[in-house]
T-cell receptor
Framework: EAQVTQNPRYLITVTGKKLTVTCSQNMNHEYMSWYRQDPGLGLRQIYYSMNVEVTDKGDVPEGYKVSRKEKRNFPLILESPSPNQTSLYFC?????????????FGPGTRLTVL | AQSVTQLGSHVSVSEGALVLLRCNYSSSVPPYLFWYVQYPNQGLQLLLKYTTGATLVKGINGFEAEFKKSETSFHLTKPSAHMSDAAEYFCAAVLSGNTPLVFGKGTRLSVIA
Protein backbone atom coordinates (compact mmCIF):
# COMPACT_ATOMS: atom_id res chain seq x y z
CA GLU A 1 0.00 0.00 0.00
CA ALA A 2 1.33 3.41 -1.00
CA GLN A 3 1.71 5.49 2.11
CA VAL A 4 3.58 8.02 4.17
CA THR A 5 4.31 6.89 7.71
CA GLN A 6 5.27 9.00 10.69
CA ASN A 7 6.52 7.99 14.10
CA PRO A 8 5.68 8.56 16.81
CA ARG A 9 2.03 9.53 16.40
CA TYR A 10 1.90 11.17 19.82
CA LEU A 11 4.74 12.56 21.89
CA ILE A 12 4.90 14.47 25.15
CA THR A 13 8.30 15.81 26.07
CA VAL A 14 9.97 18.51 28.13
CA THR A 15 11.70 21.70 27.11
CA GLY A 16 15.21 21.17 25.80
CA LYS A 17 15.11 17.42 25.30
CA LYS A 18 16.17 16.63 21.74
CA LEU A 19 13.71 14.63 19.68
CA THR A 20 13.31 13.25 16.18
CA VAL A 21 10.09 12.58 14.31
CA THR A 22 10.60 10.10 11.51
CA CYS A 23 8.91 10.19 8.12
CA SER A 24 9.11 7.51 5.48
CA GLN A 25 7.39 7.07 2.10
CA ASN A 26 7.27 4.00 -0.12
CA MET A 27 6.29 5.71 -3.40
CA ASN A 28 9.78 6.66 -4.61
CA HIS A 29 8.81 10.34 -4.43
CA GLU A 30 11.47 12.98 -4.96
CA TYR A 31 9.75 15.77 -3.05
CA MET A 32 9.13 15.65 0.69
CA SER A 33 8.13 18.31 3.17
CA TRP A 34 7.16 18.98 6.76
CA TYR A 35 4.25 21.12 7.91
CA ARG A 36 2.91 22.18 11.26
CA GLN A 37 -0.79 22.72 11.82
CA ASP A 38 -2.02 25.12 14.46
CA PRO A 39 -5.62 26.18 15.16
CA GLY A 40 -6.61 29.20 13.10
CA LEU A 41 -3.33 29.21 11.19
CA GLY A 42 -3.79 26.29 8.81
CA LEU A 43 -0.70 24.42 7.65
CA ARG A 44 2.64 26.14 7.46
CA GLN A 45 5.64 24.61 5.79
CA ILE A 46 8.73 24.04 7.93
CA TYR A 47 11.22 22.51 5.50
CA TYR A 48 11.13 20.79 2.16
CA SER A 49 13.41 18.62 0.08
CA MET A 50 13.46 18.38 -3.70
CA ASN A 51 15.64 15.26 -3.64
CA VAL A 52 18.37 13.43 -1.71
CA GLU A 53 20.80 15.83 -0.02
CA VAL A 54 18.73 18.84 -1.17
CA THR A 55 16.77 20.63 1.53
CA ASP A 56 15.45 24.17 1.91
CA LYS A 57 13.61 26.29 4.44
CA GLY A 58 9.90 26.80 4.35
CA ASP A 59 7.94 29.53 6.10
CA VAL A 60 8.68 28.58 9.72
CA PRO A 61 12.06 26.80 9.94
CA GLU A 62 13.34 28.28 13.23
CA GLY A 63 14.04 25.61 15.83
CA TYR A 64 13.92 22.71 13.38
CA LYS A 65 16.41 20.69 11.37
CA VAL A 66 15.95 18.09 8.67
CA SER A 67 18.08 15.71 6.67
CA ARG A 68 17.55 13.76 3.46
CA LYS A 69 20.19 11.06 3.24
CA GLU A 70 17.90 8.56 1.57
CA LYS A 71 15.07 9.14 -0.85
CA ARG A 72 12.43 7.48 1.31
CA ASN A 73 13.22 9.13 4.67
CA PHE A 74 12.93 12.73 5.82
CA PRO A 75 13.27 13.05 9.60
CA LEU A 76 12.39 16.22 11.48
CA ILE A 77 14.74 17.08 14.33
CA LEU A 78 14.04 19.42 17.23
CA GLU A 79 17.41 20.00 18.91
CA SER A 80 16.00 21.91 21.87
CA PRO A 81 12.21 21.87 21.85
CA SER A 82 10.25 24.72 23.38
CA PRO A 83 6.57 25.01 24.32
CA ASN A 84 5.81 27.10 21.21
CA GLN A 85 6.64 24.02 19.14
CA THR A 86 3.64 22.22 20.59
CA SER A 87 1.69 21.45 17.45
CA LEU A 88 0.40 18.83 15.02
CA TYR A 89 3.05 17.91 12.47
CA PHE A 90 2.52 16.42 9.03
CA CYS A 91 4.99 14.96 6.62
CA UNK A 92 4.09 14.90 2.93
CA UNK A 93 5.60 13.61 -0.28
CA UNK A 94 5.00 13.95 -4.00
CA UNK A 95 6.48 12.96 -7.31
CA UNK A 96 8.35 16.05 -8.39
CA UNK A 97 7.60 19.51 -7.08
CA UNK A 98 4.28 20.80 -5.71
CA UNK A 99 3.07 22.62 -8.82
CA UNK A 100 1.25 19.80 -10.59
CA UNK A 101 1.50 17.00 -8.15
CA UNK A 102 -0.72 15.74 -5.40
CA UNK A 103 0.89 15.82 -1.98
CA UNK A 104 0.45 12.58 -0.02
CA PHE A 105 0.22 13.24 3.70
CA GLY A 106 1.17 11.14 6.65
CA PRO A 107 -1.27 10.63 9.57
CA GLY A 108 0.31 13.34 11.71
CA THR A 109 2.35 13.55 14.90
CA ARG A 110 0.88 15.41 17.84
CA LEU A 111 3.71 16.92 19.86
CA THR A 112 3.37 18.50 23.28
CA VAL A 113 6.36 20.28 24.80
CA LEU A 114 6.00 21.01 28.52
CA ALA B 1 2.04 39.58 -0.60
CA GLN B 2 1.04 36.34 -2.24
CA SER B 3 -1.51 34.47 -0.16
CA VAL B 4 -4.49 32.14 0.02
CA THR B 5 -7.59 33.30 1.89
CA GLN B 6 -10.50 31.15 2.93
CA LEU B 7 -13.61 33.09 3.90
CA GLY B 8 -15.28 31.63 6.96
CA SER B 9 -13.48 29.46 9.46
CA HIS B 10 -16.68 27.50 10.10
CA VAL B 11 -19.56 26.75 7.75
CA SER B 12 -22.68 24.87 8.79
CA VAL B 13 -25.19 23.39 6.34
CA SER B 14 -28.16 21.08 6.53
CA GLU B 15 -27.95 17.61 5.07
CA GLY B 16 -28.98 17.81 1.42
CA ALA B 17 -28.20 21.52 1.11
CA LEU B 18 -25.64 23.14 -1.15
CA VAL B 19 -22.08 23.31 0.12
CA LEU B 20 -20.08 26.42 -0.82
CA LEU B 21 -16.60 26.97 0.60
CA ARG B 22 -14.83 30.09 -0.54
CA CYS B 23 -11.19 30.52 -1.50
CA ASN B 24 -9.42 33.54 -2.95
CA TYR B 25 -5.79 33.85 -3.85
CA SER B 26 -3.39 36.67 -4.41
CA SER B 27 -0.87 36.12 -7.18
CA SER B 28 0.55 38.03 -10.11
CA VAL B 29 0.68 34.92 -12.30
CA PRO B 30 -1.82 32.09 -12.82
CA PRO B 31 -1.50 29.76 -9.85
CA TYR B 32 -1.89 26.05 -9.42
CA LEU B 33 -4.82 25.48 -7.07
CA PHE B 34 -5.83 22.61 -4.82
CA TRP B 35 -8.50 21.65 -2.32
CA TYR B 36 -7.61 19.17 0.42
CA VAL B 37 -9.90 17.59 3.02
CA GLN B 38 -8.95 16.53 6.53
CA TYR B 39 -11.22 14.13 8.38
CA PRO B 40 -10.91 13.99 12.17
CA ASN B 41 -7.62 12.54 13.38
CA GLN B 42 -6.35 11.96 9.86
CA GLY B 43 -3.93 13.50 7.42
CA LEU B 44 -4.99 15.55 4.43
CA GLN B 45 -6.14 14.05 1.17
CA LEU B 46 -6.58 15.69 -2.20
CA LEU B 47 -10.12 16.52 -3.32
CA LEU B 48 -9.29 18.18 -6.61
CA LYS B 49 -6.77 20.39 -8.37
CA TYR B 50 -6.53 22.96 -11.11
CA THR B 51 -3.32 23.27 -13.10
CA THR B 52 -4.23 24.24 -16.66
CA GLY B 53 -7.09 23.70 -19.09
CA ALA B 54 -10.75 23.45 -18.13
CA THR B 55 -11.60 25.88 -15.37
CA LEU B 56 -14.33 23.72 -13.85
CA VAL B 57 -12.67 20.87 -12.05
CA LYS B 58 -14.43 17.81 -10.71
CA GLY B 59 -13.06 15.94 -7.74
CA ILE B 60 -13.87 13.05 -5.49
CA ASN B 61 -17.03 12.62 -3.43
CA GLY B 62 -19.11 14.86 -5.71
CA PHE B 63 -17.13 18.05 -5.11
CA GLU B 64 -16.16 20.49 -7.80
CA ALA B 65 -14.46 23.87 -8.01
CA GLU B 66 -14.22 26.58 -10.62
CA PHE B 67 -11.15 28.68 -11.29
CA LYS B 68 -12.19 32.27 -11.98
CA LYS B 69 -9.19 34.34 -12.93
CA SER B 70 -11.13 37.62 -13.02
CA GLU B 71 -12.27 37.07 -9.43
CA THR B 72 -9.03 35.37 -8.28
CA SER B 73 -11.23 32.67 -6.78
CA PHE B 74 -11.41 28.89 -6.56
CA HIS B 75 -14.57 28.16 -4.59
CA LEU B 76 -15.50 24.58 -3.70
CA THR B 77 -19.06 23.37 -4.16
CA LYS B 78 -21.16 20.27 -3.73
CA PRO B 79 -24.86 20.24 -4.68
CA SER B 80 -26.06 18.14 -1.76
CA ALA B 81 -24.26 17.79 1.56
CA HIS B 82 -23.93 14.45 3.26
CA MET B 83 -23.16 13.81 6.90
CA SER B 84 -19.88 12.20 5.86
CA ASP B 85 -18.74 15.52 4.36
CA ALA B 86 -18.19 16.96 7.83
CA ALA B 87 -14.46 17.72 7.93
CA GLU B 88 -11.95 20.54 7.62
CA TYR B 89 -11.25 21.79 4.12
CA PHE B 90 -8.09 23.52 3.00
CA CYS B 91 -7.53 25.54 -0.13
CA ALA B 92 -3.89 25.57 -1.24
CA ALA B 93 -1.90 27.07 -4.07
CA VAL B 94 1.45 27.22 -5.74
CA LEU B 95 1.43 30.93 -6.40
CA SER B 96 4.46 31.36 -8.63
CA GLY B 97 7.08 29.22 -10.31
CA ASN B 98 7.99 26.19 -8.29
CA THR B 99 7.47 27.82 -4.90
CA PRO B 100 6.16 25.71 -2.04
CA LEU B 101 2.49 24.99 -1.53
CA VAL B 102 0.73 27.71 0.48
CA PHE B 103 -2.35 26.76 2.49
CA GLY B 104 -5.32 28.78 3.58
CA LYS B 105 -6.31 28.66 7.23
CA GLY B 106 -9.02 26.09 6.66
CA THR B 107 -12.81 25.95 6.87
CA ARG B 108 -14.54 23.51 9.16
CA LEU B 109 -17.72 22.16 7.58
CA SER B 110 -20.49 20.92 9.83
CA VAL B 111 -23.47 19.05 8.40
CA ILE B 112 -26.70 19.12 10.39
CA ALA B 113 -29.21 16.31 10.13
Amino acid sequence: EAQVTQNPRYLITVTGKKLTVTCSQNMNHEYMSWYRQDPGLGLRQIYYSMNVEVTDKGDVPEGYKVSRKEKRNFPLILESPSPNQTSLYFCASSRGGPSYNEQFFGPGTRLTVL
Amino acid sequence: AQSVTQLGSHVSVSEGALVLLRCNYSSSVPPYLFWYVQYPNQGLQLLLKYTTGATLVKGINGFEAEFKKSETSFHLTKPSAHMSDAAEYFCAAVLSGNTPLVFGKGTRLSVIA
